[in-house]
């Protein structure tokens, strides 16, 4: 088998590649038999690996001095009701300035009660309360805002 990382050849039957130490296969999620790096089915039971990550991809080691911290979020996603029948009796440029509109409100409101808007999809907001700034009372300012919209 051939390094895809390198271009070793190894031999057969080897997981991984005895010069830079890549992952050489990918493993059937139904069956578990090995197949070759550049595989897409399975060999043993037709199964699709193509979509699959390399063997030893998650192991992987990370970047050294990246830090974390575990803490409370409250994830807030709210949209438009209606928001199908709405855009069904607009113009585009009148839909587009709708929500443009509503995300603007919405925006300012989240900050407002400590959120952080987080994206924006569609006609709805996704928002963080308790990123990237805590508050104790993350959760209920998430609800307060949505019961005063």
């Known amino acids: 088998m051939r390094c895809s990382n390198c271009g ?20 059937c999620p139904k069956c578990t038999a090995e197949n070759a790096h550049e595989a897409i089915f399975c060999s043993q039971c037709g199964a699709s690996v193509e979509s699959l990550p390399e063997r030893g991809a998650e192991s992987q080691p990370r970047e050294r001095g990246l830090t974390g911290e575990r803490r409370h979020l409250t994830v807030l996603f709210c949209d438009l009701v209606g928001s ?4 069904a009796k607009l113009d585009p440029e009148e839909w587009r300035d709708l929500i443009a509109a509503y995300h603007r409100t919405a925006a300012k409101a989240i900050t407002r009660y400590g959120g ?5 999809l569609g006609d709805g907001v996704m928002a963080y309360f308790g990123w990237p700034e805590v508050h104790d009372n993350d959760g209920e300012r998430a609800a307060r805002w949505h019961l005063k919209t």
């Open 8 to 27: 070793n050849d190894t031999p057969a039957g080897s997981r991984f590649c005895n010069q830079c130490g890549t992952p050489l296969g990918k493993t």
């Open 116 to 120: 952080h808007v987080a994206k924006y």
């Open 84 to 87: 199908t029948e709405i855009a």
